[in-house]
């Protein structure tokens, strides 16, 4: 079950590129937050078991925590970004070799995930002569073709750009993009994803 946040979001608003003034580049995508309800197994040591079960618990969220961050997302969920709540945890079973416990939990976790015809904020992070290479938040791979970039011409050089008559799309530059496919990658455990900025208040900020 997903339900789309509302109020306040765990990390900064979306949309928004700032530019460095002390050399700090802020990036972040335009995405909506997501609450995804989960269940998953956590394993636990011996060690962190105790009868009070105060160990026990604090045991599970650190270990969960672990795992959301070492998953990283799924094709259902989309981004992992910040477990929620910790709802239940059921009763755990031992394993025999090795005395660890497997529990089984319930939990709510604040996702992101991208959307075919979505409006996204990111910035240039590769440019080779037939597109550019976008990145925003979570979302490390994002092609944007030289075909879709309408009047835009590649100019080589150390520094590579393309450029029109109005802007250039060089490093690090903050572009509003529209998502036109997406593609997940099962092995890298993200998502790849087609971009334009054919259309209105498209194009570098």
Same mark, same amino acid.
């Given at each position: 079950?997903?339900?789309?946040?509302?109020? #306040?979001?765990?990390?900064?608003?979306?949309?928004?590129?700032?530019?460095?003034?002390? $050399?700090?580049?802020?990036?972040?995508?335009?995405?909506?937050?997501?609450?995804?309800?989960?269940?998953? +197994?956590?394993?636990?040591?011996?060690?962190?078991? &105790?009868?009070?079960?105060?160990?026990?618990?604090? $045991?599970?969220?650190?270990?969960?925590?672990?795992?959301?961050? +070492?998953?990283? =997302?799924?094709?259902?969920?989309?981004?992992? !970004?910040?477990?929620?709540?910790? /709802?239940?945890?059921?009763? $755990?079973?031992?394993?025999?070799?090795?005395? &660890?416990?497997?529990?089984?939990?319930?939990? *709510?976790?604040? *996702?992101? /995930?991208?959307?075919?015809?979505?409006?996204?904020?990111?910035?240039?992070?590769?440019?080779?002569?037939?597109?550019?290479?976008?990145?925003?938040?979570?979302?490390?791979? !994002?092609?944007?073709?030289?075909?879709?970039?309408? &009047?835009?011409?590649?100019?080589?050089? #150390?520094?590579?750009?393309?450029? +029109?008559?109005?802007?250039?799309?060089?490093?690090?530059?903050?572009?509003?993009?529209?998502?036109?496919?997406?593609?997940?990658?099962? =092995?890298?455990?993200?998502?790849?994803?087609?971009?334009?900025?054919?259309? &209105?208040?498209?194009?570098?900020?």
């Amino acid at each position: 079950m997903v339900n789309q946040t509302h109020g #306040e979001s765990p990390g900064p608003s979306p949309a928004c590129v700032e530019r460095p003034s002390g $050399g700090v580049l802020r990036r972040y995508s335009a995405m909506v937050f997501l609450e995804a309800e989960m269940s998953w +197994n956590v394993l636990i040591s011996p060690s962190q078991l &105790d009868r009070k079960g105060l160990l026990l618990r604090k $045991g599970i969220i650190v270990r969960l925590l672990e795992d959301v961050t +070492n998953r990283r =997302a799924s094709k259902e969920h989309g981004y992992y !970004i910040a477990v929620n709540q910790l /709802k239940a945890i059921s009763e $755990g079973k031992v394993r025999e070799l090795t005395g &660890d416990v497997l529990f089984p939990v319930s939990f *709510t976790c604040i *996702t992101q /995930k991208p959307m075919k015809g979505e409006i996204m904020v990111g910035y240039v992070d590769r440019i080779l002569k037939h597109g550019v290479f976008l990145k925003s938040g979570p979302v490390e791979s !994002i092609f944007l073709a030289e075909k879709s970039m309408s &009047d835009y011409k590649y100019i080589g050089g #150390e520094n590579p750009m393309f450029m +029109n008559d109005h802007s250039k799309l060089e490093k690090d530059t903050a572009v509003r993009f529209k998502v036109l496919g997406i593609r997940w990658m099962e =092995a890298d455990r993200q998502f790849q994803l087609l971009a334009t900025i054919a259309g &209105d208040f498209l194009g570098p900020l």
